[in-house]
T-cell receptor, first 112, second 111 residues
C-alpha cells in the first residue's frame, strides 16, 4: 500500500533562516505531488505541484520554492523565512487527474 | 476570488442525528468534487468524492449530493458519531491536477 511521509512534524525557525521540508511517497510510481499551506483559521492553499521529476508548477508568488529531485521525493524550501510563512504545511500525492489526493501528517512551522 | 466556499465555519449536532455540511462553488468548469476530514495536527483524510456526471454518491454513513444547477455540494453523515468531530473540507477539481479547497467547517458531535 502507498504511504506518504513528511518531516519534521514541528519546526520553530527564526525570521531570515532557511527552510527545508521533505516529503516522500512509497508504494507508487510517478505520482503527482503537491505542497499546501493551511494558515491559522483558513483553508488549504495549493503552493506547488509536480507531475514528474524536475517539473514544478507554482500556484502563488512567494519566497518559497519546491524541488523534485527524485520520483517520490518533494522538497519545500526557502532561503529566508518571513513571519508570514508560519503555518501548517501539507504534502500530498495522487495517481493522476481527478483522483483523490492523499495527505501526509503535515509540518507545523512557527517563525519567531 | 474564492471559488469554493464553506459558509458555515462550525456546526454542532447531537449524536445519532444527521450532520449536513454544505459547500458552494462558482466555477462551472469544476467536474470532480471531494470531501476531506481533518483532525488537529494531522493531514486531511479523503472521505468521499463525486463526479459531475452524478448527483449522489454513498459510502456507508457518508453521502455526498451534487446540485450542478445550484453549484452546491453537501455531505450528509448519518448517524453522526462523536468520532466524526473534525474539520471537514470540500474541494473541487476541473480535469486538472489541482484541487481548490474550501475554508472548512468544524463539526462537533455532542454525546
Amino acid at each position: 500500500s502507498q504511504t506518504i511521509h513528511q518531516w519534521p512534524a514541528t519546526l520553530v525557525q527564526p525570521v531570515g533562516s532557511p527552510l527545508s521540508l521533505e516529503c516522500t511517497v512509497e508504494g507508487t510510481s510517478n505520482p503527482n505531488l503537491y505542497w499546501y499551506r493551511q494558515a491559522a483559521g483558513r483553508g488549504l492553499q495549493l503552493l506547488f505541484y509536480s507531475v514528474g521529476i524536475g517539473q514544478i508548477s507554482s500556484e502563488v508568488p512567494q519566497n518559497l520554492s519546491a524541488s523534485r529531485p527524485q520520483d517520490r521525493q518533494f522538497i519545500l524550501s526557502s532561503k529566508k523565512l518571513l513571519l508570514s510563512d508560519s503555518g501548517f504545511y501539507l504534502c500530498a500525492w495522487s495517481i493522476g487527474q481527478n483522483q483523490p489526493q492523499h495527505f501526509g501528517d503535515g509540518t507545523r512551522l512557527s517563525i519567531l | 476570488d474564492q471559488q469554493v466556499k464553506q459558509n458555515s465555519p462550525s456546526l454542532s449536532v447531537q449524536e445519532g442525528r444527521i450532520s449536513i455540511l454544505n459547500c458552494d462553488y462558482t466555477n462551472s468548469m469544476f467536474d470532480y468534487f471531494l470531501w476531506y476530514k481533518k483532525y488537529p495536527a494531522e493531514g486531511p483524510t479523503f472521505l468521499i468524492s463525486i463526479s459531475s456526471i452524478k448527483d449522489k454518491n454513498e459510502d456507508g454513513r457518508f453521502t455526498v449530493f451534487l446540485n450542478k444547477s445550484a453549484k452546491h455540494l453537501s455531505l450528509h453523515i448519518v448517524p453522526s458519531q462523536p468520532g466524526d468531530s473534525a474539520v471537514y473540507f470540500c474541494a473541487a477539481c476541473r480535469s486538472a491536477r489541482q484541487l481548490t479547497f474550501g475554508s472548512g467547517t468544524q463539526l462537533t458531535v455532542l454525546p
